[in-house]
């Protein structure tokens, strides 16, 4: 009876190992497909860097204008005030 009860306790913890190693092969192609669709992803988002590395000068120089136009909105806003009300 004993022997019995040590080869089924064998059986069965052959069987917990297996599993376990069935289930750590699974995630490990995962982890390998989800790493090489990650690798896509940072070689498109490197390309969209490269191709929009030129927008950061060219809005800092229209930002400069921008303030330019609002500091001469206020102005023409007032000329604009007095004009009206002289009418």
């Not at 982890?31 to 929009?52: C, D, P, Y």
């Not at 001469?72 to 007032?78: E, K």
């Amino acid at each position: 009876m004993r022997a019995l009860l040590v080869v089924l306790t064998v059986a069965e913890v052959l069987i917990v190992v297996g599993a376990l190693c069935w289930y750590l092969v699974r995630i490990s192609r995962t982890l390998h497909a989800t790493s090489a669709l990650l690798a896509k992803v940072t070689f498109g988002v490197r390309a969209i860097e490269t191709q929009t590395s030129s927008i950061g000068p060219s809005v800092v120089k229209v930002n400069g204008q921008l303030a330019t136009i609002a500091a001469a909105l206020d102005g023409i806003a007032t000329k604009t005030e007095s004009l009206g009300r002289a009418s």
